[in-house]
C-alpha cells in the first residue's frame, strides 16, 4: 500500500525518532512529525522532517497535523483520558487508510499470567498500576474504534533497547557513578528487542493488510535475563563497576516505606533547605542573601566542623562515596519478570522477523554510547 503522507506523533521520543530516521533514510516514506516540545526534536530536525505544532489535548491542533496524511503511526503517550480520543476524531474527519498503534507489552500488567505470551489467550485489564493501566486505557479505546470500523493494528513491543534507549541510558550513568545494582540476581526474563527491529515492524504493519484488527507482541528471538542485559552494559565502563544485589522483596519493602506522608514530606522539605545548591539559588535573591550568610557564620562559631557536615546531608558528609540505589519501582516492574513472550503471531501475519540479536544490539548500542562520550571516564562520587 503506498500513502501520501504518514503522521508519526511521539517523534521526538526513543522509539519515534528512530523511525523518523529510516521513514526518511532507508524505508523512503513521506511523513510528518507531531511535536510538542520542539526543543526535543534536534535529532529529526536534522533530517528535514515536516513538523507539525500539536497536543493530543488539543483536537484542533490533531485536525491540522492529520490533514494531508492517509496513514496515522500513533506512538505518543497521552496521559489525558481524552488524548487518543481526540485522534482518532481527527482521523475519521481526514479519512485515513491505516492506523498503527504501538502500545507496550503493559498491558498484560505488572505480573502477567502464562496466558499472556500468546496473544490468542492473553487478556489485558487493570492493575492499578499507573503506566499499565494506561496503556491499557489508550488500547482499549484504539480497540473499540477498530471493532468500529478503523483500519488498524496494535502492536506491543516488549523491552525495546538500544541507542538512545533510556533502560541503557541509566544503566550506563550508574556504572559511571559506582551504583550498580541487580534485582534477584537478574534471574528475571528480559524480552529484549532492538528498536530497528520494531521500526520494522511498523513498517510491516503499514505494508501488510494481514494484521488489520489484530493486536501483535513484537520482541526479539530470544529472552535473555535481566542479569545480561544490565550488565552487557554496565561492563562498558572501565573499571568495571561493583555491583549490589537485592531481592524483591528488599526493594519493595523499601519503597512501601517512601510511599508520601507528612513526615516524609517534611523530611523532603528539610533536605532541600539544607541542599547546597538550593541555597546557592536563594543567595541570588537579595531578601535572603544576608540571612544565610549570616547563618552560616553564626553555625561555625557554635558547632562542630561534624556537626556542620551532618547538617549538610550524606552528599557533603560523604564526596567520593557511593551507596547501592535499591531499584526504583519501575524497575521491580519490569525485572521481576517471569515469562517469555511469542513473536509467532507477528511473524506470521506481518512477514517480519526480528533481525538482530542481542550481542549484535549491544555491539550497535556500543558504538552510539562511545560516540556520544558516555563511555567517558568514570564519575564515581560525582552526580552526572
Known sequence: MTYSKILVTGATGFIGSRLCEKLALQYRLPYRALVHNFSKAVRIARLGAE??????????????????????????????????????????????????????????????SLECTHERTAKIGRYSEPYSDAKV????????????????????????????????????????????????????????VYVDDVCDAIYAALSDDRALGQAVVINGDHAINWRDFNLTFANMISPRPQIANFSTEEARAFWQTKKPS????????????????????????????????????????????????????????????????????????REDFRLEFSNELAKSLLNWTPCIDFARGAELTRTWLEYSGMLGPSTRGERL
Not at 489535548?57 to 492517509?70: I, K, M, R, T
Not at 476524531?89 to 503493559?106: N, T
Open 51 to 112: 513538523m507539525a505544532p500539536g497536543d493530543l489535548n488539543n483536537p484542533a491542533h490533531l485536525e491540522a497535523a492529520v490533514s494531508g496524511c492517509d496513514a496515522v503511526v500513533h506512538l505518543a503517550f497521552g496521559s489525558a483520558a481524552k488524548a487518543e480520543e481526540n485522534l482518532l476524531a481527527a482521523c475519521r474527519s481526514a479519512k485515513i487508510k491505516r492506523f498503527v498503534h504501538v502500545s507496550s507489552m503493559a498491558v498484560y500488567g505488572p505480573s502477567p
Open 137 to 192: 486505557r489508550a488500547e482499549k479505546t484504539i480497540q473499540r474504534a477498530i471493532n468500529n470500523g478503523l483500519p488498524g493494528i496494535i502492536l506491543r513491543p516488549t523491552v525495546v533497547y538500544g541507542p538512545y534507549s533510556p533502560f541503557v541510558i541509566s544503566i550506563v550513568r550508574d556504572a559511571r557513578a559506582g551504583n550498580v545494582t541487580l534485582l534477584d540476581d537478574g534471574r528475571g526474563v528480559c524480552n529484549a
Open 262 to 333: 507528612f513526615r516524609s514530606n517534611l523530611a523532603a522539605v528539610k533536605k532541600l533547605l539544607r541542599s547546597s545548591s538550593f541555597q546557592d539559588q536563594l543567595e541570588t535573591v537579595p531578601a535572603f542573601r544576608s540571612a544565610i550568610r549570616w547563618s552560616k557564620k553564626s553555625l561555625k562559631g557554635v558547632l562542630s566542623a561534624d556537626r556542620i557536615s551532618a547538617l549538610a546531608g550524606p552528599a557533603a558528609r560523604r564526596p567520593n562515596q557511593t551507596l547501592p540505589l535499591v531499584p526504583n519501582p519501575g524497575r521491580i516492574v
